[in-house]
């Protein structure tokens, strides 16, 4: 079993930047792969990055690339979403997710889920 709680979100204004983190409970967090995802008001949730340490790959959506970047420090079982040039589309709760096993994109593909964090930018 895994527990993951999430912190970071806040309001900003556009341009502006936040950190997600996400801390994950469990002895063999190395091997998991870790998601964000995010949900908008009336929206279903999307992706938006996954790692596999494992595999060592990392994956972004497009809308984001080049804006957001995905780390994990497995020493302290906790991986962040340093999320710069925020834009009000951004907006939505943000979700961290674990799964046993390689990277994937899809909502179903993860078992773990945590309670998830507002982010809220502002035009």
């Known amino acids: 079993q895994v527990q993951l709680v999430e912190s970071g979100g806040g309001l900003v204004q556009a341009g502006g930047s936040l950190r997600l983190s996400c801390v994950a409970s469990?002895?063999?967090?190395?091997?998991?792969?870790m998601g964000w995802f995010r949900q908008a008001p009336g929206k279903e949730r999307e992706f938006v990055a996954a790692?596999?340490?494992?595999?060592?790959?990392?994956y972004y959506v497009d809308s984001v690339k080049g804006r957001f970047t995905f780390s994990r420090d497995n020493a302290k079982n906790t991986v962040y979403l340093q999320m710069n040039s925020l834009k009000p589309e951004d907006t939505a709760v943000y979700y961290c997710?674990?799964?046993?096993?390689?990277?994937?994109?899809?909502?179903?593909?993860?078992?773990?889920w945590g309670q998830g964090t507002q982010v809220t930018v502002s035009s």
């Open positions: 469990g002895r063999t967090f190395s091997s998991y792969a």
């Open positions: 790692n596999s340490w494992t595999f060592s790959s990392t």
């Open positions: 997710a674990a799964r046993s096993g390689g990277l994937r994109i899809g909502v179903q593909d993860y078992n773990y």
